[in-house]
């Protein structure tokens, strides 16, 4: 499976319907919310999102809500260590969900490898400032470690990750780079979006 060199990773279907027309082919929907009501925001938002999505001839991949990213028959649902313990992997590949896994230490990556995911996830990358993370930087000597072990499963470089960063990103052995904070935070994400598909197209 190939997966494009790089892509947003954003909070809202506003965000998506911001992004797609400047050419995204592929984006993450990733909401962390704490309200009583969290799942029925979530559907909707997925159901914007996928709409836009097809509206657009792109993917959508939804983070950690698998039973939801399940029932709206979503093109993929990325999954953190912690959804492996509930997730019902049998039931999104037979749904032909595609799963994508985080990884941040071997053991992960050996768990993830034992699911024969779609693609690895490994990050941070560099620090970041999105949240607050138990891990330090992974490094671009990590890139290259996790590509050799995991062969042809597309990998994804995440965290902290900027288009001055990104060739170091792919020739450490990155197939693909999820970016977050460059483009979300950037004082104009749509010119920001278009110099990452840019970059990412040559």
């Given at each position: ?26 984006v993450?929907l ?7 009501q969290?799942?029925s ?6 159901r ?5 999505c ?10 950690d809500?698998w039973q ?8 993929f649902v ?31 990556l ?15 990358i560099?620090p ?7 891990w330090?930087?992974q490094?671009?000597?990590?890139v290259?470690?996790?590509?050799k ?10 965290g ?13 052995g990155?197939?693909?780079a999820a ?24």
């Amino acid at each position: 499976m190939n997966l494009p060199r790089c892509y947003p990773v954003v909070d809202s279907s506003t965000w998506i319907a911001r992004l797609l027309p400047l050419g995204v082919k592929l984006v993450q929907l990733r909401i962390k919310t704490q309200a009583a009501q969290a799942e029925s925001i979530v559907r909707t938002e997925i159901r914007i999102a996928k709409s836009l999505c097809r509206n657009h001839g792109a993917q959508l991949i939804v983070n950690d809500y698998w039973q939801l990213a399940l029932d709206e028959q979503c093109d993929f649902v990325h999954l953190g260590q912690s959804d492996l313990d509930t997730a019902d992997i049998t039931a999104l590949r037979n749904a032909s969900v595609r799963i994508g896994i985080s990884t941040h230490d071997h053991a992960e990556l050996e768990r993830a490898l034992s699911l024969q995911p779609d693609y690895i996830a490994l990050g941070p990358i560099y620090p970041t400032t999105l949240k607050q993370m138990p891990w330090a930087p992974q490094g671009l000597t990590r890139v290259t470690s996790w590509k050799k072990r995991i062969g042809p499963i597309p990998l994804v470089a995440i965290g902290g990750l900027t288009l001055e960063r990104l060739q170091g990103v792919f020739t450490a052995g990155a197939d693909s780079a999820a970016v977050v904070s460059d483009i979300v935070n950037h004082i104009n994400p749509e010119a920001r979006t278009q110099a990452w598909l840019v970059a990412c197209a040559v």
